[in-house]
Protein backbone atom coordinates (compact mmCIF):
# COMPACT_ATOMS: atom_id res chain seq x y z
CA UNK A 1 0.00 0.00 0.00
CA UNK A 2 1.36 2.96 -1.25
CA UNK A 3 1.81 5.87 1.77
CA UNK A 4 2.26 9.33 0.92
CA UNK A 5 3.92 11.86 3.86
CA UNK A 6 4.15 15.37 3.71
CA UNK A 7 6.13 18.31 5.57
CA UNK A 8 5.46 20.31 7.54
CA UNK A 9 2.45 19.31 8.24
CA UNK A 10 1.77 23.35 9.88
CA UNK A 11 3.26 26.49 8.44
CA UNK A 12 2.43 30.33 9.21
CA UNK A 13 4.06 32.66 7.62
CA UNK A 14 4.27 36.84 6.91
CA UNK A 15 2.63 37.63 3.86
CA UNK A 16 5.81 38.60 0.81
CA UNK A 17 7.49 35.83 2.44
CA UNK A 18 8.65 32.74 0.39
CA UNK A 19 7.89 28.73 1.26
CA UNK A 20 8.21 25.41 0.44
CA UNK A 21 6.39 22.22 1.20
CA UNK A 22 7.54 18.61 0.40
CA UNK A 23 5.60 15.55 -0.66
CA UNK A 24 7.29 12.06 -0.61
CA UNK A 25 5.90 8.48 -1.12
CA UNK A 26 7.02 5.15 -0.07
CA UNK A 27 6.82 3.98 -4.16
CA UNK A 28 6.94 5.69 -7.36
CA UNK A 29 4.31 7.92 -8.31
CA UNK A 30 2.58 7.35 -11.26
CA UNK A 31 1.55 11.40 -11.53
CA UNK A 32 1.62 13.36 -8.88
CA UNK A 33 -1.40 15.88 -8.55
CA UNK A 34 -1.15 19.07 -6.24
CA UNK A 35 -4.43 20.30 -4.84
CA UNK A 36 -5.15 23.37 -2.53
CA UNK A 37 -8.14 23.12 -0.63
CA UNK A 38 -9.25 26.49 1.51
CA UNK A 39 -11.40 26.44 4.36
CA UNK A 40 -14.98 25.01 3.85
CA UNK A 41 -14.58 23.98 0.25
CA UNK A 42 -13.70 21.18 -1.71
CA UNK A 43 -10.10 20.40 -3.37
CA UNK A 44 -9.16 22.20 -6.35
CA UNK A 45 -6.60 20.96 -8.65
CA UNK A 46 -2.95 23.17 -9.08
CA UNK A 47 -1.19 20.86 -11.31
CA UNK A 48 -0.10 17.28 -12.62
CA UNK A 49 3.33 16.20 -12.83
CA UNK A 50 4.22 13.29 -15.14
CA UNK A 51 8.26 13.31 -16.17
CA UNK A 52 10.51 12.72 -13.30
CA UNK A 53 12.59 16.18 -12.93
CA UNK A 54 9.62 18.20 -14.05
CA UNK A 55 9.02 21.42 -13.22
CA UNK A 56 5.77 23.47 -13.69
CA UNK A 57 5.02 27.23 -13.02
CA UNK A 58 1.96 28.63 -12.33
CA UNK A 59 2.10 32.19 -11.32
CA UNK A 60 3.86 32.20 -7.85
CA UNK A 61 4.12 28.65 -7.46
CA UNK A 62 6.68 26.01 -8.73
CA UNK A 63 6.21 22.50 -8.45
CA UNK A 64 9.28 19.85 -8.89
CA UNK A 65 9.13 16.28 -9.65
CA UNK A 66 11.84 14.52 -8.22
CA UNK A 67 14.26 12.72 -10.45
CA UNK A 68 13.22 9.12 -9.19
CA UNK A 69 9.50 10.22 -8.68
CA UNK A 70 8.92 9.85 -5.36
CA UNK A 71 8.85 13.05 -4.00
CA UNK A 72 8.05 16.54 -5.04
CA UNK A 73 8.15 20.29 -3.93
CA UNK A 74 5.94 23.41 -4.10
CA UNK A 75 7.13 26.24 -3.52
CA UNK A 76 5.52 29.52 -3.22
CA UNK A 77 7.15 32.99 -3.80
CA UNK A 78 6.25 36.08 -1.89
CA UNK A 79 2.76 34.61 -0.30
CA UNK A 80 -0.16 36.27 -0.13
CA UNK A 81 -3.16 35.93 2.65
CA UNK A 82 -5.26 33.97 -0.43
CA UNK A 83 -2.94 31.30 -0.04
CA UNK A 84 -4.23 30.35 2.86
CA UNK A 85 -5.74 26.97 2.33
CA UNK A 86 -4.49 22.44 2.68
CA UNK A 87 -2.12 21.59 0.53
CA UNK A 88 -2.41 18.27 -0.83
CA UNK A 89 -0.77 16.20 -2.67
CA UNK A 90 -2.01 13.36 -4.69
CA UNK A 91 -1.08 10.16 -6.59
CA UNK A 92 -3.50 9.41 -9.92
CA UNK A 93 -2.93 5.06 -10.57
CA UNK A 94 -1.32 4.55 -13.80
CA UNK A 95 -4.40 2.89 -15.61
CA UNK A 96 -5.90 5.64 -18.10
CA UNK A 97 -9.14 5.55 -17.42
CA UNK A 98 -11.88 7.34 -15.99
CA UNK A 99 -11.63 5.31 -12.83
CA UNK A 100 -7.93 6.52 -11.70
CA UNK A 101 -8.48 6.33 -7.65
CA UNK A 102 -6.65 9.56 -6.57
CA UNK A 103 -4.70 8.78 -3.25
CA UNK A 104 -3.89 11.59 -1.54
CA UNK A 105 -1.29 12.80 1.31
CA UNK A 106 -2.31 14.58 4.64
CA UNK A 107 -1.57 17.73 3.62
CA UNK A 108 0.32 21.12 4.75
CA UNK A 109 -1.44 23.48 6.61
CA UNK A 110 -0.50 26.92 5.34
CA UNK A 111 -1.47 30.10 6.83
CA UNK A 112 -0.25 33.42 5.34
CA UNK A 113 -0.48 36.05 8.25
CA UNK A 114 -1.45 39.71 6.62
CA UNK B 1 -24.94 22.16 -13.36
CA UNK B 2 -22.13 24.18 -13.44
CA UNK B 3 -20.09 22.71 -10.43
CA UNK B 4 -20.45 19.60 -8.31
CA UNK B 5 -23.32 19.79 -5.48
CA UNK B 6 -23.54 18.62 -2.18
CA UNK B 7 -26.15 18.98 0.03
CA UNK B 8 -26.72 19.51 3.36
CA UNK B 9 -23.54 21.40 3.76
CA UNK B 10 -23.92 20.62 7.62
CA UNK B 11 -25.67 17.82 9.40
CA UNK B 12 -25.58 16.99 12.93
CA UNK B 13 -27.20 13.82 14.11
CA UNK B 14 -27.12 12.30 16.83
CA UNK B 15 -25.67 9.07 17.84
CA UNK B 16 -27.75 6.00 16.44
CA UNK B 17 -29.64 8.27 13.65
CA UNK B 18 -29.34 7.25 9.65
CA UNK B 19 -28.36 9.61 7.54
CA UNK B 20 -28.33 10.34 3.93
CA UNK B 21 -26.03 12.53 2.34
CA UNK B 22 -26.59 14.08 -1.15
CA UNK B 23 -24.32 14.64 -4.68
CA UNK B 24 -24.93 16.49 -7.57
CA UNK B 25 -22.08 15.83 -10.08
CA UNK B 26 -21.44 18.15 -13.16
CA UNK B 27 -23.89 16.95 -16.04
CA UNK B 28 -23.02 14.33 -18.37
CA UNK B 29 -19.76 13.34 -15.83
CA UNK B 30 -19.65 9.25 -15.56
CA UNK B 31 -17.84 8.75 -12.61
CA UNK B 32 -18.78 9.68 -9.64
CA UNK B 33 -16.30 9.30 -6.22
CA UNK B 34 -17.18 9.66 -2.90
CA UNK B 35 -14.27 10.63 -0.18
CA UNK B 36 -14.14 11.20 3.38
CA UNK B 37 -12.05 13.70 5.58
CA UNK B 38 -11.62 13.74 8.82
CA UNK B 39 -10.43 17.32 10.63
CA UNK B 40 -6.58 17.73 9.66
CA UNK B 41 -6.19 15.26 6.92
CA UNK B 42 -6.13 14.13 3.97
CA UNK B 43 -9.19 12.72 2.14
CA UNK B 44 -9.85 8.86 2.07
CA UNK B 45 -11.55 6.89 -0.84
CA UNK B 46 -14.77 5.54 0.00
CA UNK B 47 -16.79 4.37 -3.42
CA UNK B 48 -16.54 4.62 -7.13
CA UNK B 49 -18.99 4.85 -9.55
CA UNK B 50 -19.09 4.38 -13.21
CA UNK B 51 -22.43 5.80 -14.25
CA UNK B 52 -24.76 3.45 -12.21
CA UNK B 53 -22.71 0.48 -11.64
CA UNK B 54 -20.39 0.78 -8.04
CA UNK B 55 -17.45 -0.50 -9.35
CA UNK B 56 -15.57 0.14 -5.98
CA UNK B 57 -16.52 0.25 -2.55
CA UNK B 58 -13.39 -0.96 -1.18
CA UNK B 59 -12.91 2.32 0.94
CA UNK B 60 -16.74 2.43 3.20
CA UNK B 61 -15.37 1.39 6.34
CA UNK B 62 -18.17 -0.89 7.64
CA UNK B 63 -21.60 -2.19 5.95
CA UNK B 64 -23.42 0.76 8.36
CA UNK B 65 -22.40 2.97 4.93
CA UNK B 66 -24.04 2.49 1.80
CA UNK B 67 -23.70 4.62 -1.75
CA UNK B 68 -25.96 4.55 -4.63
CA UNK B 69 -26.43 6.09 -8.12
CA UNK B 70 -29.71 4.49 -9.30
CA UNK B 71 -29.98 6.50 -12.83
CA UNK B 72 -26.21 7.40 -13.22
CA UNK B 73 -26.31 11.20 -12.06
CA UNK B 74 -27.21 12.11 -8.30
CA UNK B 75 -25.62 9.53 -6.04
CA UNK B 76 -26.46 9.67 -2.61
CA UNK B 77 -24.49 8.26 0.61
CA UNK B 78 -26.13 6.85 3.47
CA UNK B 79 -24.84 5.82 7.11
CA UNK B 80 -26.83 3.97 9.25
CA UNK B 81 -26.90 3.86 13.01
CA UNK B 82 -24.18 6.83 13.12
CA UNK B 83 -21.49 6.85 14.96
CA UNK B 84 -18.99 9.87 16.96
CA UNK B 85 -16.50 8.05 14.51
CA UNK B 86 -18.31 8.75 11.20
CA UNK B 87 -17.87 12.55 12.25
CA UNK B 88 -15.95 13.97 9.08
CA UNK B 89 -16.21 15.89 5.57
CA UNK B 90 -17.99 13.75 3.34
CA UNK B 91 -16.31 15.40 -0.46
CA UNK B 92 -17.82 14.02 -3.98
CA UNK B 93 -16.22 14.25 -7.09
CA UNK B 94 -16.85 13.67 -10.68
CA UNK B 95 -15.36 13.04 -13.58
CA UNK B 96 -15.99 13.19 -17.34
CA UNK B 97 -14.73 9.87 -19.62
CA UNK B 98 -12.12 11.81 -21.27
CA UNK B 99 -10.32 13.30 -19.06
CA UNK B 100 -8.61 12.80 -15.30
CA UNK B 101 -9.27 15.53 -13.97
CA UNK B 102 -11.84 15.63 -10.61
CA UNK B 103 -13.89 18.36 -9.99
CA UNK B 104 -15.02 17.86 -5.81
CA UNK B 105 -18.17 19.66 -4.47
CA UNK B 106 -18.05 21.66 -1.42
CA UNK B 107 -18.63 18.76 0.98
CA UNK B 108 -20.88 17.64 4.01
CA UNK B 109 -19.63 18.13 7.38
CA UNK B 110 -21.07 15.54 9.77
CA UNK B 111 -21.42 15.76 13.10
CA UNK B 112 -22.67 12.94 15.03
CA UNK B 113 -23.21 13.60 18.72
Known amino acids: TQLLEQSPQFLSIQEGENLTVYCNSS?????LQWYRQEPGEGPVLLVT?????EVKKLKRLTFQFGDARKDSSLHITAAQPGDTGLYLC??????????????FGPGTSLSVIP | GAGVSQSPRYKVAKRGQDVALRCDPI?????LFWYQQALGQGPEFLTY????????KSGLPSDRFFAERPEGSVSTLKIQRTQQEDSAVYLC???????????FGSGTRLTVV
Open chain 2, 93 to 103: ASSSDVDYGYT
Open chain 1, 27 to 31: SVFSS
Open chain 1, 49 to 53: VVTGG
Open chain 1, 90 to 103: ADLPAMKTSYDKVI
Open chain 2, 27 to 31: SGHVS
Open chain 2, 49 to 56: FQNEAQLD
